[in-house]
């Protein structure tokens, strides 16, 4: 079983930061591609950032020169640091992993959503 839990949402005013996480756990052998997806009100889930595990980076335009993705591949940890936030940045922030589990097979899995809002 694999789990992908993450933390750091909440309310920020814009023009403020905040710092996501989200953490792999379970039957992990190794992971490739992590990344960070965003879905807000009437809207298609859409791509924000991934990163690979030899640390390349590809971000969504909105984003990009705002938004950092890394990761910790010690602690199976992904991290997205989101600066100079605007209200359009509201969101669902759900973190993926695509993974090879211990019993080799390939999985790609998504974490529960962690609300971002983005308002004065």
Do not use: H
């Not at 962690?114 to 004065?120: A, F």
Request: hydrophobic residues 30%.
């Amino acid at each position: 079983q694999v789990q992908l839990v993450e933390s750091g949402g909440g309310l920020v005013q814009p023009g403020g930061s905040l710092r996501l996480s989200c953490a792999a756990s379970g039957s992990i052998f190794s992971i490739n591609t992590m990344g960070w997806y965003r879905q807000a009100p009437g809207k298609q889930r859409e791509l924000v950032a991934t990163i690979t595990s030899g640390g390349s980076t590809n971000y969504a335009d909105s984003v990009k020169g705002r938004f950092t993705i890394s990761r910790d591949n010690a602690k199976n940890t992904v991290y997205l640091q989101m600066n100079s936030l605007k209200p359009e940045d509201t969101a669902v922030y759900y973190c993926n992993s695509n993974l090879i589990r211990s019993d080799w097979r390939l999985g790609d899995y998504w974490g529960q959503g962690t609300q971002v809002t983005v308002s004065s």
